[in-house]
C-alpha cells in the first residue's frame, strides 16, 4: 500500500495566494496524500478560502491557530498529521502534479534517507516566468553547512521530525528549514536529490526570504553555527576559509559602493545636511 503523505501548508497573510497552492496539491498523480491548511492567525479570508477546498474534498484538513510564525505553525500541522512522511508547502508555492508519484519511492525504497528534494523553478507571477532555476547538490549535512541545499519543501520522514523535536520555534526570522536539516543530517541521515524540476518557488518583492536576507542573515547564520557548534568545530579550518572569505567579499562590495559616482553624488547632496545638524548640536550645547 502507498505511503500517506502529510502536506503541511501554512497561511498568514496569503490568502489571495492560497487557492493555487491547494489546487497543486488536487492535481496530485499521487492520491494517497492529506493536506492541513494551518492558519496561524491570519488576519485575512485564509479560514473562508480553506473551508472551500475542505468542502471540495475531504483530504484537505483546518486547522486554526494563535499566530506563532512558521515554524510553530509547520510543528502544530505535524503534530496532527497521520502521514509517514511530512510535505511542508509554503502557501504561494505550489508542487508539480508529478512530485510525490516521482519522490514517495525514493524515500520509501531507500531507509538510509531522511529527506528527498529536486529541483527548483523560480518563477514571478505564473510558473511560465521563470527567472531562476535552483540545482541543489550533496547528500548529507557536510554540503549543508554553510549553504543551504535543501527548500523547505521537501520530502521527509515524520520519525525523523519526532527524533529532533521539530521545526526550532525560536527561528522567526527565517533559516528555520536550513537549521531543521542540520538537525537531522548531522544525525547520520542522507537526504538525495532527484535532478528535476517539480517544485515553484514564487519570488515575491516582499517576502519572508527577502526580508530575512536583508535584515537577518548573520544573526540567523550564527544561531545556527553556535546551535551545531560542533560540526563547525570539526570543520574548523574550512570554516575559517567560508567566513573569511564573506568578510572580504563584502569589504570589496562597501568598496565599490563608497568609490560608485551615485553615492558621491549623495554624499555630496547630504553633506551640508550634516554641517547644519553639527551646527546645531554646538549651539543647544
Known amino acids: 500500500m502507498s505511503k500517506l503523505v502529510s502536506i503541511i501548508v501554512p497561511c498568514y497573510k496569503q490568502a489571495h495566494f492560497l487557492r493555487e497552492s491547494l489546487q497543486s496539491v488536487l492535481d496530485q498523480v499521487y492520491a494517497n496524500w492529506e493536506c492541513i491548511i494551518v492558519n496561524d492567525g491570519s488576519p485575512d479570508n485564509t479560514k473562508t478560502i480553506a473551508s472551500l477546498w475542505c468542502a471540495k474534498d475531504d483530504r484537505f484538513v483546518y486547522l486554526e491557530k494563535q499566530n506563532g510564525g512558521l515554524s510553530s505553525a509547520r510543528n502544530a500541522g505535524i503534530q496532527i498529521a497521520k502521514g509517514e512522511f511530512i510535505l511542508p508547502l509554503d502557501a504561494d508555492d505550489l508542487i508539480h502534479q508529478e512530485y510525490l508519484e516521482k519522490l514517495v519511492p525514493v524515500l520509501n525504497q531507500n531507509k538510509k534517507l531522511a529527506i528527498v528534494s529536486c529541483y527548483s523553478n523560480f518563477f514571478i507571477n505564473n ?14 549535512y557536510k554540503w549543508l553547512l ?40 548531522k544525525l547520520g541521515w542522507n537526504y538525495k536529490i532527484e535532478e528535476e524540476f517539480l517544485f515553484y518557488y514564487r519570488k515575491a518583492k516582499q517576502s519572508m526570504l527577502v526580508d530575512t536576507i536583508n535584515n537577518h542573515f548573520e544573526a540567523n547564520k550564527a544561531y545556527i553555527v553556535k546551535k551545531h557548534k560542533e560540526l563547525y568545530i570539526d570543520d574548523f579550518d574550512n570554516c575559517m576559509t567560508v567566513m573569511f572569505h564573506e568578510q572580504n567579499a563584502t569589504r570589496i562590495s562597501l568598496t565599490k559602493i563608497k568609490k560608485s559616482t551615485a553615492y558621491k553624488i549623495a554624499r555630496t547632496i547630504t553633506k551640508p545636511v550634516c554641517v547644519i545638524k553639527k551646527l546645531l548640536k554646538i549651539s543647544s550645547t
Open 127 to 140: 510558473i511560465d516566468n521563470v527567472t531562476y532555476k535552483l540545482r541543489p547538490k550533496g547528500d548529507n
Open 146 to 185: 554553510y549553504v543551504n541545499q535543501l527548500v523547505a519543501t521537501s520530502l521527509y520522514r515524520k520519525s525523523c521530525w519526532e527524533t529532533v523535536g521539530g521545526y526550532d520555534e525560536n527561528m522567526k526570522k527565517g533559516f528555520e528549514d536550513w537549521e531543521f536539516w542540520l538537525a537531522i543530517t
